[in-house]
């Protein structure tokens, strides 16, 4: 996906930077697509920071546009999936400075799933203000962590290496518990 959208970047240069922003709309819609793959996409064309802002950028217009829509699609019908994730939850009736500090919070923690503090967010009673602000700098750590990591490995660099070792590492250990789950289950 990454190599189709670089081509794709590469050669629609006069639309590239919007290009790259809609397939960030798209991700942030869709809620489980990684965005890694955009992220790698802009470093590649447009170097570290252009391709990290850009990045950026798309991300924030699409968290964005993805609030106002899913406010005006599920306001009124909240899923029972945010039970699953107590601190989410909690978004669905905090407000103001409270509710910058919990999407702030919620941004920086890795395993909770982005689309899903959009989510309880615009379901909630959030203002679109307040989740812009803290959604957007909650971002910046995660991006450039993501960007750091994505232009190690696309440099093949030893920190590359080192990120993917331990993510193949991460990675068989989580198959290797799911299969010896499924087993015990039988």
């Not at 809609?22 to 965005?35: A, E, R, T, W």
């Not at 309880?120 to 990591?149: Q, W």
């Amino acid at each position: 996906m990454q190599d189709w959208l670089v081509e794709v970047l590469v050669n629609n240069k006069e639309f590239a930077v919007v290009v790259s922003l809609l397939v960030n709309i798209l991700i942030s819609l869709f809620g489980v697509i990684p965005s890694v793959f955009i992220t790698a996409a802009n470093l590649l064309v447009f170097g570290f920071w252009k391709g990290t802002f850009l990045s950026f950028l798309g991300e924030t217009i699409g968290a964005i546009v993805t609030f106002w829509l899913y406010r005006k699609g599920f306001k009124r019908v909240v899923g029972k999936k945010l039970n699953k994730y107590p601190l989410v939850s909690k978004l669905l009736d905090t407000k103001g400075k409270e509710a910058f500090f919990l999407i702030l919070s919620l941004r920086l923690l890795p395993f909770i799933p982005s689309g899903l503090v959009t989510f309880a967010s615009a379901v909630g009673t959030v203002s679109l203000i307040v989740f812009l602000f803290a959604s957007s700098i909650g971002k910046i750590p995660a991006l450039l962590i993501e960007a750091y990591s994505v232009h190690q490995v696309t440099n093949w660099t030893t920190e590359g290496k080192l990120i993917l070792s331990i993510l193949s590492i991460v990675g068989l250990i989580y198959v290797i518990r799911n299969i010896s789950k499924n087993q015990k289950e039988k």
